[in-house]
């Protein structure tokens, strides 16, 4: 399987923002894991970031047909992005959601994603291993 992780607004900053919720290791580090992880299982990850909404957008419409999936976090734009959440509904590549924190037990804007119910799943609150879970969902 080939594989597209997409991170959104703020994720460049992993490792240096907010340690206590996001961790230590920067997303180079994660992305690097995330490799080695899915090749050990013999499948392909290839990574796109961004913080802009419409360049969200369009990696994922031009993930149609490149890939198997999507593992998706869009950070903020989780909670209000309609343009993300329409991207998702017109591709029929499968995608994951993911977050690193439990944003179930953050502040209560956080406990919304408009995302959600254009997507095969959703996986939060394990660090980075949300990433390697939602990998996971697919490989099985």
Not at 87 to 108: C, F, L, W, Y
Request: proline share 1%.
């Amino acid at each position: 399987m080939n594989i597209l992780i997409v991170n959104g607004v703020n994720l460049n900053l992993t490792g240096r923002r907010e340690q206590s919720v996001y961790g230590a290791r920067t997303l180079d580090e994660i992305n690097n894991s995330l490799k080695t992880y899915a090749a050990a299982r013999g499948h392909e990850v290839a990574f796109f970031t961004s913080n802009l909404e419409g360049e969200l957008c369009t990696a994922i419409q031009e993930a149609e047909g490149k890939y198997d999936g999507i593992v998706l976090n869009a950070g903020a734009y989780s909670h209000y992005s309609y343009a993300i959440r329409d991207a998702i509904a017109a591709v029929t590549v499968p995608v994951v959601e993911v977050h690193m924190s439990n944003v179930h037990a953050r502040e209560d804007f956080r406990k919304t994603s408009v995302l959600t119910a254009v997507c095969k799943g959703e996986i939060l609150g394990f660090g980075e291993d949300s990433y390697r879970l939602a990998l996971e969902s697919f490989f099985a």
